[in-house]
């Protein structure tokens, strides 16, 4: 690969002799992985069921290395939610920050949602999840990549830092940021971003980065914990933006975070881990732990919920057998949406979502979402089928066909949810055998 010379010089003087290992690594072809989804299922049920040939990932407790030829991206169990796929170095970040129950937890650059994603099996269900992202249109993806997790308790949302700090100051237990920057641990995997360096270097993303960690100290509780991480090698993207920021902030300090085996010290900051793909199994990563002073208090969470206002809604959620808590169900225009239940009053933001998505209150009918079938588990909806990974109807209802499910002899009529290996897919309709298919345009099998 093409790397430009100032580059290279930058990053000679950075690794010194490790600099020629480093520069061997892009001959080497990036390493593929995925990250199960323990809000679906547990990794060794995962494992007991997994199509693919996995290898752990040192520093994650669910993701694994994947093999070029297993194509996850192309699999039942993708479209299940039972995994996201991630780059492994980029897992970290997540998995260092300590997530406790009923956290009130930030990830403030979102998109795509691979950390979101972790945060919130990390959260369990309990808490709040608000994933942000400057982009509207990043959001989007954002908004599916969670809703196919199964994700319930999450706000997704498109606002400035600055402006959010403005109005939920002290707000977040934890917050997550994987801030923009230049990209250079991504060069293997990316080659476009080698052009974007070219164009902007590190000193375009520096400030960015600075205003960013600083909106997020105002949005963290007194005794509260953040991550401050990018994909890329720059120190003045780094160490010198985490330092400013502590500096200005004395109620600030770094947490040592555990070194794996490869990982090294932050420069000058040795509680700060470095990833090179030259000393592990994976891309370029740069983690900092931050810890707020003070005591944290905690959240409490409204029990009880309601039912909904609408009688077809009423008399469609008389088919699902869960428990609703810690939330309650409102009407926004036609859809009806399950919020979560805290005592404090979510300010006007440009949101995209407040919870999960339960369906749409039509004239004298009421049609789920797509969101809420990949939410719920197969036994809690009392009309669903369960078809083998191998069965040749899989792929079809993925596709958007009609499906002929005669053979399970049901004499049901109206809403099913069908799912694969017993892990829920989508909704369909269902007459005399044969099932109209629901399952999401957007989503469908390509």
């Known amino acids: 690969m093409k790397l430009p010379q100032s580059y290279r010089t930058a990053m000679q003087e950075l690794l010194g002799e490790q600099a020629q290992a480093y520069f061997e690594s892009f001959d080497q072809p990036a390493y593929q992985s995925i990250r199960i989804n323990t809000n679906k299922i547990s990794v060794a049920d995962f494992l007991k069921i997994s199509p693919f040939t996995l290898k752990p990932i040192p520093w994650t407790s669910n993701g694994f290395y994947t093999l070029p030829e297993d194509h996850p991206g192309k699999h039942p169990y993708y479209y299940a939610g039972l995994y996201y796929i991630q780059e492994p170095s980029a897992m970290l970040p997540a998995q260092v920050l300590p997530i406790e129950p009923g956290d009130f937890v930030l990830d403030t650059c979102a998109a795509p949602g691979g950390k979101s994603s972790e945060l919130a099996n990390k959260l369990n269900g309990t808490g709040l999840l608000f994933s942000n992202d400057i982009s509207t249109s990043r959001c989007q993806a954002l908004l599916k990549n969670l809703e196919r997790q199964g994700v319930a308790n999450a706000y997704v949302c498109s606002e400035d830092l600055v402006n959010l700090a403005q109005k939920l100051p002290c707000f977040f237990d934890k917050i997550l940021i994987d801030a923009p920057c230049s990209g250079e641990g991504m060069f293997r995997k990316d080659h476009s971003l080698i052009q974007s360096w070219e164009e902007k270097g590190n000193a375009y993303y520096a400030p960015i980065q600075k205003g960013i960690l600083e909106a997020a100290t105002k949005l963290l509780k007194p005794g509260g914990m953040l991550v401050y991480s990018t994909c890329t090698f720059s120190p003045l993207e780094d160490e010198q933006v985490l330092q400013t920021v502590l500096e200005k902030d004395v109620s600030l300090e770094l947490v040592s975070i555990p070194h794996n085996e490869g990982f090294e010290d932050g420069i000058g900051l040795k509680e700060c881990v470095r990833l090179y793909p030259h000393r592990i199994k994976g891309e370029g990563h740069f983690v900092a732990l931050v810890k707020k ?118 004499k049901w009529k109206g809403y099913v949810l069908i799912g694969v290996d017993g892990y829920s897919l989508g909704f369909g309709k269902i007459s005399n055998g044969i099932v109209k298919n629901k399952y999401k345009k957007g989503w469908r099998w390509q």
């Not at 995209?352 to 809690?380: M, V």
């Open 293 to 410: 002073a003070g005591t944290s208090t905690p959240n409490p969470m409204k029990k009880k919920s309601n039912l909904p206002n609408n009688k077809e809604a009423q008399e469609f959620l008389s088919h699902i057998h869960k428990t609703w808590a810690y939330g309650s169900f409102v009407e926004h225009k036609e859809k009806l949406i399950f919020e979560p239940n805290i005592d404090t009053k979510i300010p006007s933001i440009r949101l995209l979502r407040s919870g999960l998505y339960i369906g749409d209150c039509k004239k004298n009918r009421f049609e789920p979402s797509q969101a809420l079938a990949s939410h719920l588990k197969l036994d809690e909806f009392d009309q669903s089928i369960s078809l083998s990974r191998q069965d040749e109807r899989i792929i079809k209802y993925l596709k958007g066909e009609t499906i002929d499910v005669s053979d399970f002899n049901t």
